[in-house]
T-cell receptor
């Protein structure tokens, strides 16, 4: 079975500081991995995805993630946090063919302090 | 158009009511999904439709009844719900089986359901 574990349910950073949200995956086959952001009372918006084309994936809003097979990790980073980045972030793994058939991590709440 | 549109945005219903949630997409996706999300929790997959046929039911109670009348529409019929069914219901769509760079699911904004 495939699963993801997000380390840290809450992360707080100062505006302008580095954002690092951690995600480790468990998969018996090469996974499809995703990071989504969810603002209060909103749906999920895809930030970026890993589909084996490149290990360093750049997404929207200045976010990027690096797939590290040796560490089974897919951590999300942003060099400089903005107040508008405050939201819930979910890492997810897809069972291949159906991208929407994803298993989500428990989520990380990002708080950005002025 | 990369939108998945869900209606209504909010719904309050009694335990004896019958209501329906609607989801629509015009991206040509042939896979559609219903997720349930409780507060402060991740989305949980409920149903998957592939080419308008139900392919996965994640052991969802029968008081939830999905329907996919055509390739653009997905409904979730609700009947005799319980207060613990109150949640955000998310619809998503994707291509089927393409893998690669086209693998992506698009989510709607959700319907906030309250059962009283």
């Amino acid at each position: 079975a495939q699963s993801v574990t997000q380390l840290g349910s809450h992360v707080s950073v100062s505006e302008g500081a580095l954002v690092l949200l951690r995600c480790n995956y468990s998969s018996s086959v090469p996974p499809y991995l995703f990071w989504y952001v969810q603002y209060p009372n909103q749906g999920l918006q895809l930030l970026l995805k890993y589909t084996s084309a490149a290990t360093l994936v750049k997404g929207i809003n200045g976010f990027e993630a690096e797939f590290k097979k040796s560490e089974t990790s897919f951590h999300l980073t942003k060099p400089s946090a903005h107040m508008s980045d405050a939201a819930e972030y979910f890492c997810a793994v897809s069972k291949g063919a159906n991208a929407g058939k994803s298993t989500f991590g428990d989520g990380t709440t990002l708080t950005v302090k002025p | 158009d990369t939108e998945v549109t869900q209606t209504p945005k909010h719904l309050v219903m009694g335990m004896t009511n019958k209501k329906s949630l609607k989801c629509e997409q015009h991206m040509g996706h042939r896979a559609m999904y219903w997720y349930k999300q409780k507060a402060k929790k991740p989305p949980e997959l409920m149903f998957v439709y592939s080419y308008e046929k139900l392919s996965i039911n994640e052991s969802v109670p029968s008081r939830f009844s999905p329907e996919c009348p055509n390739s653009s529409l997905l409904n979730l019929h609700l009947h005799a719900l319980q207060p613990e069914d109150s949640a955000l219901y998310l619809c998503a769509s994707s291509q089927v089986g393409t893998g690669g760079m086209n693998t992506e699911a698009f989510f709607g904004q959700g319907t906030r359901l309250t059962v009283v």
